[in-house]
């Protein structure tokens, strides 16, 4: 096909199947693995026998923590196991690997791999997590490379931020002419993308090179040196194509361990997630229980907005940039609008549950979500509609937002009128396409 200067240059390759992903790839000699995964949300590992699958045909190896590395990885705070060391966290966590000459034979003697636990109290929401007398998801998450908390916040914290004034929000909200005070929630999501989380490692020449699907191959590459102790000048990152990311495909996940099992037989290893793995073991959105109290004077001008928000972030952090990544659109969902006293916080919690990571602008979905409904909700209360109370408070043009930014060029009402006409347009396209069709009836 001729090349079309206005197109993508890899689209008429994956239109027609001809693109080759990770999954697609081959390098001599290479072996498969398979994940044995924990089938329970919190426990101490009181023994892995992997003898029958040792013996399984095909099998090259049975690996465990005490075969790999036992150091943690993660993108920013590094408290991530290679494979679970003494204890598991949540449901899928990995605990062992087997490599084999196939995928099937990999997968068959993975199952046949016996894991004895002592389970233990667990914590599913950030409610629970954060609740007095809490069980402890890690003993001492203050002590990893890159925490964002300390001993003082306790122990099922991945972060704790805030903005403004409590006080101050407080008594405004008191002399407001107009308040609610709702609380919404908003679930976990995973990301949706077709091609799942695969690599393929292997030792050549003295260099660890990976071909990953991954969007950020720099930073792979300095978490890969950190976590396995190399130079990073040793580590050749090939991203493959990406079959879809959504925000999912920029953490490590499996790599470090595929990279452990190349070391270990010293054969190219590939590694590919069944999608049952990439919905219950990767990096799906935050959970969020979000409180907004928001007030207004009688002509719907905001006076104040308070947002207080809880967010379950998952047995861990390392699959996050921050440990806070996903709290800044909170901030950000406010600043559209012109609000003399802001006050925010928010907490990620540790818990039971799959490590959250990254879907579409971390955090703003659920900020948006609340602190939009809150407006409507408001609105409401004040005797306006949804639209008006909305113009009435948007950022001017050189108008400071919440946060002190200026903005050079701001296009609230311009966003607002063109929705409001789009909606009305649809009403009228509705409204006729109803008549017609009690016409033919």
């Known amino acids: 096909m001729p090349s079309n200067p206005l197109s993508r240059d890899d689209a008429w390759a994956k239109a027609s199947g001809a693109v080759r992903y990770v999954g697609d790839r081959t390098r001599p000699g290479m072996l498969h693995a398979a994940v044995v995964r924990s089938l329970v949300p919190r426990a101490r590992i009181l023994g892995v026998d992997t003898k029958v699958a040792e013996s399984a045909p095909g099998v090259i190896g049975v690996f465990t923590a005490a075969d790999v590395i036992r150091a943690t990885y993660g993108r920013a705070v590094r408290d991530v196991p290679i494979l679970a060391q003494d204890a598991v966290r949540f449901t899928g966590e990995p605990i062992a690997a087997v490599v084999a000459e196939t995928r099937e034979a990999a997968e068959a003697a993975a199952a046949v791999v016996d894991v004895s636990y002592d389970e233990l109290p667990a914590v599913f929401?950030?409610?629970?997590?954060?609740?007095?007398?809490?069980?402890?998801?890690?003993?001492?998450?203050?002590?990893?490379?890159?925490?964002?908390?300390?001993?003082?916040?306790?122990?099922?914290?991945?972060?704790?931020?805030?903005?403004?004034?409590?006080?101050?929000?407080?008594?405004?909200?008191?002399?407001?002419?107009?308040?609610?005070?709702?609380?919404?929630?908003?679930?976990?999501?995973?990301?949706?993308?077709?091609?799942?989380?695969?690599?393929?490692?292997?030792?050549?020449?003295?260099?660890?090179?990976?071909?990953?699907?991954?969007?950020?191959?720099?930073?792979?590459?300095?978490?890969?040196?950190?976590?396995?102790?190399?130079?990073?000048?040793?580590?050749?990152?090939?991203?493959?194509?990406?079959?879809?990311?959504?925000?999912?495909?920029?953490?490590?996940?499996?790599?470090?361990?595929?990279?452990?099992?190349?070391?270990?037989?010293?054969?190219?290893?590939?590694?590919?997630?069944?999608?049952?793995?990439?919905?219950?073991?990767?990096?799906?959105?935050?959970?969020?229980?979000?409180?907004?109290?928001?007030?207004?004077?009688?002509?719907?001008?905001?006076?104040?907005?308070?947002?207080?928000?809880?967010?379950n972030g998952g047995a861990y952090a390392g699959f996050k940039p921050r440990a806070d990544a996903s709290l800044h659109g909170i901030d950000e969902c406010t600043m559209s609008y012109h609000v003399p006293v802001v006050h925010t916080g928010a907490e990620i919690a540790y818990t039971n549950t799959v490590p959250r990571g990254h879907m579409r602008s971390p955090g703003a979905p659920q900020a948006a979500f609340a602190i939009e409904s809150a407006l409507d909700e408001l609105a409401e209360l004040a005797g306006l509609s949804p639209a008006e109370i909305r113009r009435r408070n948007l950022v001017q043009p050189g108008a400071p937002s919440v946060t002190g930014r200026e903005w050079a060029e701001y296009r609230g009402g311009q966003v607002l009128d063109a929705a409001m006409a789009h909606a009305d347009t649809m009403l009228q396209w509705s409204a006729s396409a109803a008549g017609h069709s009690e016409t033919q009836t």
Request: glycine share 10%.
């Open 125 to 311: 929401t950030a409610e629970e997590a954060t609740a007095p007398g809490a069980p402890p998801v890690h003993d001492e998450p203050w002590s990893y490379p890159g925490a964002a908390i300390s001993a003082d916040d306790g122990h099922n914290l991945q972060s704790r931020v805030g903005h403004g004034s409590a006080a101050a929000a407080e008594s405004a909200l008191a002399a407001s002419a107009h308040v609610i005070d709702r609380v919404y929630l908003s679930r976990s999501g995973h990301q949706g993308y077709l091609e799942p989380q695969c690599c393929i490692a292997a030792f050549e020449d003295g260099r660890l090179r990976i071909w990953a699907t991954t969007k950020s191959p720099y930073r792979l590459r300095a978490q890969l040196a950190e976590c396995l102790g190399l130079d990073p000048a040793t580590v050749h990152i090939e991203p493959g194509p990406v079959g879809g990311d959504f925000g999912g495909k920029g953490s490590p996940m499996g790599i470090p361990l595929c990279a452990e099992l190349a070391r270990l037989t010293g054969r190219p290893v590939r590694l590919v997630l069944r999608f049952t793995e990439d919905l219950t073991a990767t990096n799906p959105r935050h959970p969020a229980r979000i409180r907004v109290r928001a007030g207004c004077d009688r002509d719907g001008r905001l006076t104040a907005v308070s947002v207080q928000a809880l967010l």
